[in-house]
């Protein structure tokens, strides 16, 4: 039996104006998606449980079959374990995200954030600009290290997770982030490094360049989502089934690394619209020769949600419907059973542009015992099935075994 396990980051959406009261995926032409739930169970699962955030972090550990409550201990930890930083028992992690600030003559702290992604850049443009800060800024108590496009890490070594609130720079876009930068005093050492960080950033080369081919620039360094060295069992013993991971984002293939899975590297990954589809199919495919599950994760519905491009969110859906899974469907033939499940890791709405906890539709299809599904699914169809189920890490569980 191989399983295969598709996740559409951030999919489940909320009625959207501009798509006549519509979702994205109730609007989405995916014929292949909707092949699959008319022969498969269907129904709603909670993968946020009450009192948590609903982050990819948590999402995601929730469908890999792992609870948050017992061994999650922060965001970027996981993004840490991906770049391969050997994290000490003392040392703390933060996400450092490359922002676009507004560029006026306000104070740092009355500045907007006007984009949480500096208009999607390069690695490569990122790496230069990582470079720069940790030349400025690093040192023996703070160390800045090159991650994926906008998304990096500082270690702050015998730090402090009492940082009182440090907001996602996602769910602030077009904010002044007066109100959203932490009051905490221990959090000042960090808010002192943003702040000089527009200093050094408003007239470096990479933004500079930038801005002349009409660009945002990443004119700041925006920390948050901090945490300690992750405490993980691995995949396998929570499971009873060898799985690897294919993703574009360090979250993803953090959290895999940090549950024993093999980890893929596919070239033009990108976590958006533009990013390498059938590589990710063919590399899951790989996968599966050494392995009995496949977890492929697509973070492009999740940023299209954030950025508030509903047209864009429609079509990354269909790109997976049209680039990926008749791939997976060609591969598995080779195969005499597999199962199939495809969900969301938690509902990005383009009204709110940032994450919720309402529970998302799912499927699992089962090639060999066949069920009568669904004739398409989205939200409204999966509720109305009457299938939920509440506590989110047991879906991988039930998918594997039931």
Not at 110 to 133: G, N, R
Not at 283 to 295: E, F, T
Request: aromatic share 8%; net charge negative; glycine share 8%.
């Amino acid at each position: 039996m191989k399983y295969v396990v598709v996740l559409y980051d951030g999919m489940a959406d909320y009625p959207v104006p501009v798509l006549d009261g519509k979702t994205p995926m109730m609007v989405a032409k995916k014929p292949n998606l909707d092949y699959l739930a008319q022969r498969a169970e269907v129904g709603l699962v909670r993968t946020v449980a009450e009192g948590l955030k609903p982050g990819s972090d948590v999402a995601n550990m929730s469908v890999m079959g792992f609870d948050p409550m017992k061994y999650y201990t922060g965001r970027s930890p996981l993004e840490a374990a991906s770049i391969g930083i050997d994290m000490k028992k003392t040392d703390v992690s933060l996400r450092c995200n490359l922002v676009t600030l507004s560029e006026d003559d306000k104070p740092y702290e009355e500045k907007t954030i006007e984009d949480y992604c500096a208009d999607d850049i390069s690695t490569e443009e990122a790496e230069e600009i990582i470079k720069t800060i940790e030349e400025e800024l690093g040192n023996d108590v703070f160390r800045f290290y090159p991650g994926v496009s906008y998304r990096h890490c500082l270690i702050w070594d015998n730090g402090t997770t009492d940082l009182g609130k440090m907001t996602p720079p996602h769910d602030i876009t077009g904010k002044v982030i007066t109100d959203y930068l932490s009051a905490s005093e221990n959090a000042k050492p960090l808010l002192e490094m943003m702040k000089k960080s527009y200093d050094i950033l408003k007239d470096h080369p990479v933004n500079i360049a930038r801005k002349a081919k009409g660009k945002r620039p990443a004119n700041s360094i925006w920390l948050w989502g901090e945490g300690t060295r992750p405490a993980f069992s691995s995949f396998e013993e929570v499971t009873g089934i060898k799985g690897g991971v294919v993703s574009a984002v360090d979250l993803i293939k953090g959290i895999g690394g940090c549950a024993e899975m093999e980890v893929a590297e596919v070239e033009g990954a990108t976590g958006y619209i533009d990013t390498n589809f059938e590589g990710k199919a063919e590399a899951g495919l790989d996968i599966l020769k050494r392995n009995d599950l496949v977890y492929i994760h697509f973070e492009a519905t999740d940023e299209c949600g954030h950025r508030n491009e509903p047209e864009n969110k429609v079509r990354a859906i269909e790109m997976i419907d049209e680039r990926v899974l008749p791939i997976l469907f060609e591969g598995l033939k080779v195969y005499d059973d597999y199962k199939i499940m495809v969900l969301p890791d938690h509902p990005t709405p383009i009204v709110t542009r940032t994450h919720a906890s309402d529970p998302v539709p799912y499927l699992i299809y089962h090639k060999n015992k066949e069920v009568e599904g669904v004739e398409t699914i989205n939200e409204e169809t999966a509720a109305n099935t009457g299938n939920f189920i509440d506590f989110g890490p047991s879906i991988m569980k039930h998918f594997i075994n039931d």
